[in-house]
């Protein structure tokens, strides 16, 4: 069982930054492959990145590429996304997601088992 807890959303204008992290329970926190989703009002969730065990592969979603950075310290069981130059449609909760299978890198939320209870970013225009 992986329990994570994410901290970092607000408030902030447009081009400006924040920076998410998650902190995960798991004692083998560095066997999951991690990722970062979000979900804005009225709309589905979608994924934003993803980070393998390693920390040595990552995917972003097109509409953050460039943007958004996503790392991960095994050695503290913690995984950041760092958000620059944000829009404000990048207003939403976003979520971490942990996946046990490290064969694997996953864009879809539903082949993630483990999710936090989200934080929200706001960016105003």
């Known amino acids: 069982q992986v329990q994570l807890v994410e901290s970092g959303g607000g408030l902030v204008q447009a081009g400006g930054s924040l920076r998410l992290s998650c902190a995960a329970s798991?004692?083998?926190?560095?066997?999951?492959?991690m990722g970062w989703f979000r979900q804005a009002p009225g709309k589905e969730r979608e994924f934003v990145a993803t980070?393998?065990?390693?920390?040595?592969?990552?995917y972003y979603a097109d509409s953050v590429k460039g943007r958004f950075t996503i790392s991960r310290d095994n050695a503290k069981n913690m995984v950041y996304l760092q958000m620059n130059s944000l829009k404000p449609e990048d207003t939403a909760v976003y979520y971490c997601?942990?996946?046990?299978?490290?064969?694997?890198?996953?864009?879809?939320?539903?082949?993630?088992?483990?999710w936090g209870q989200g934080t929200q970013v706001t960016v105003s225009s």
């Open positions: 997601a942990a996946d046990p299978r490290w064969y694997r890198q996953s864009l879809m939320s539903s082949e993630y088992d483990y």
């Open positions: 980070i393998n065990w390693t920390g040595g592969s990552t």
């Open positions: 798991a004692r083998t926190f560095s066997n999951y492959n």
